[in-house]
């Protein structure tokens, strides 16, 4: 067991604590309260306790991370290691994240030295369908060890990407008019393959099975609603293709990036669209981000928007996920809410709540230890807890 004690431990369930503790066993969490009022005696004598004391300390769920690429464009590597984008068709919902993420990657350590624990990653934005994202842990000997969910979503993209990508090779899409009629075709196409396969189920001897295809069958998980579509889109006019094609369909969907989403706050927040927004420590690097500005969180989350901040790694390094919260309080977003955005509004947001996001009995033991407030430009973690174990302790490296 792994107790953690005198902390001041910030839950996002609602109920905080100024100096608590949490116990640990079985690589989940057992119980968080007040301490030491609200910890049996037993437990402090257990033989097979360890403690960490966390006082003048926060303790926070470990973060989460809602939209990057990390392992699949590697650190210091180039094209020999980036493994985000298939150009060589538009429509590929087949391709899974599991089969690109390389595990050793940097990257994945110095995310869980900043406090993030959980990364949701998946392919870029060059195809109108991409790809399968899946949600890892920072922590783990191999893929296997760090799944947390895949696929998580499938991945979708409007505007300027697909269009710059097959203009350059003449081909579809090269507008925006394209891009929309390949993701309708492609999402019809499944309806139908899902027609003929429910079918087929419902009475095999007076139906044909219809003949495998890995395409249509990735996007069955759409159309079923058990995942939703990643929708990567900046500009307003994008935005708003996404949410008509997804009333179209029935599906569930989430907007990746939500540039220009304070132009339709209103709107987003009617529909009940969640926005994943940034990343925002990068220069506006091309046209659609001509409208960047820090102050789109807190006019999305106080219009009513559920919204979680990414680092889109590595457009922004995943080690400052924290800072981009911090930056979005300092232009408007109220605090709590900032906080929210990189834990239990990531975490609800990409389907992972039951799993991590938040510190509750039950969860999974996902910890992080900072030295001071959070979003103070000098704070630091000193301990990362993943799935009950220390996979880091600041003091301890710096003496190794």
């Known amino acids: 067991m792994l107790l953690i004690k005198n902390g001041s431990i910030i839950t996002m369930t609602?109920?905080?604590?100024?100096?608590?503790y949490i116990l640990i066993d079985a690589g989940k969490i057992v119980e968080v309260g007040e301490y030491p009022t609200g910890l049996k005696q037993e437990i402090l004598n257990s033989d097979n306790l360890s403690v960490i004391d966390a006082k003048n300390k926060y303790v926070l769920p470990g973060l989460v991370d809602a939209h990057s690429h990390v392992g699949m464009w590697e650190d210091s590597v180039g094209f020999e290691g980036d493994d985000g984008n298939e150009m060589?068709?538009?429509?590929?919902?087949?391709?899974?994240?599991?089969?690109?993420?390389?595990?050793?990657?940097?990257?994945?350590?110095e995310a869980y030295q900043n406090g993030v624990t959980t990364v949701v990653t998946g392919p870029g934005s060059a195809n109108v369908i991409g790809g399968q994202f899946a949600a890892l842990k920072t922590y783990?000997?191999?893929?296997?060890?760090?799944?947390?969910?895949?696929?998580?979503?499938?991945?979708?993209?409007?505007?300027?990407?697909?269009k710059v990508v097959y203009n350059e090779r003449k081909m579809a899409p090269t507008t925006r008019m394209a891009t929309a009629a390949i993701l309708r075709e492609s999402l019809l196409k499944a309806l139908e393959y899902k027609e003929m396969l429910d079918?087929?189920?419902?009475?095999?001897?007076e139906n044909d099975k219809p003949d495998y295809d890995i395409k249509m069958e990735a996007l069955l998980g759409v159309l079923n609603k058990e995942i939703p579509i990643k929708a990567h889109a900046h500009r307003a006019d994008d935005i708003l293709t996404a949410i008509r094609i997804a009333k179209e369909f029935d599906l569930k969907m989430t907007i990746e990036h939500c540039t220009e989403g304070n132009l339709i706050a209103d709107i987003l927040s009617e529909?009940?669209?969640?926005?994943?927004?940034?990343?925002?420590?990068?220069?506006?690097?091309?046209?659609?981000?001509?409208?960047?500005?820090?102050?789109?969180?807190?006019?999305l989350s106080k219009a009513g928007v559920k919204v979680a901040i990414m680092t889109d790694h590595p457009c922004m390094p995943v080690q400052y996920l924290v800072l981009a919260a911090a930056m979005a309080v300092r232009e408007g977003m109220d605090e709590a809410e900032a906080m929210k955005a990189i834990t239990i509004n990531a975490a609800e947001i990409t389907g992972i709540d039951d799993r991590v996001g938040s510190i509750e009995p039950g969860k999974d033991a996902d910890i992080a230890i900072f030295d001071g407030h959070p979003f103070e430009i000098r704070s630091k973690v000193v301990n990362t807890i993943i799935d009950g174990k220390v996979v880091y302790e600041r003091n301890k490296n710096e003496r190794d």
């Open 271 to 299: 529909e009940g669209i969640p926005a994943i927004v940034g990343p925002y420590l990068t220069d506006r690097s091309k046209i659609e981000l001509r409208n960047l500005s820090l102050t789109t969180p807190g006019v």
């Open 14 to 20: 609602g109920t905080n604590y100024k100096n608590g």
């Open 199 to 205: 079918e087929y189920n419902e009475d095999k001897e």
């Open 140 to 162: 783990g000997r191999r893929i296997e060890d760090m799944v947390v969910k895949s696929p998580v979503a499938i991945k979708v993209a409007f505007g300027e990407n697909p």
């Open 88 to 109: 060589t068709d538009p429509v590929t919902p087949h391709l899974r994240a599991i089969d690109a993420v390389y595990h050793l990657d940097r990257a994945f350590v």
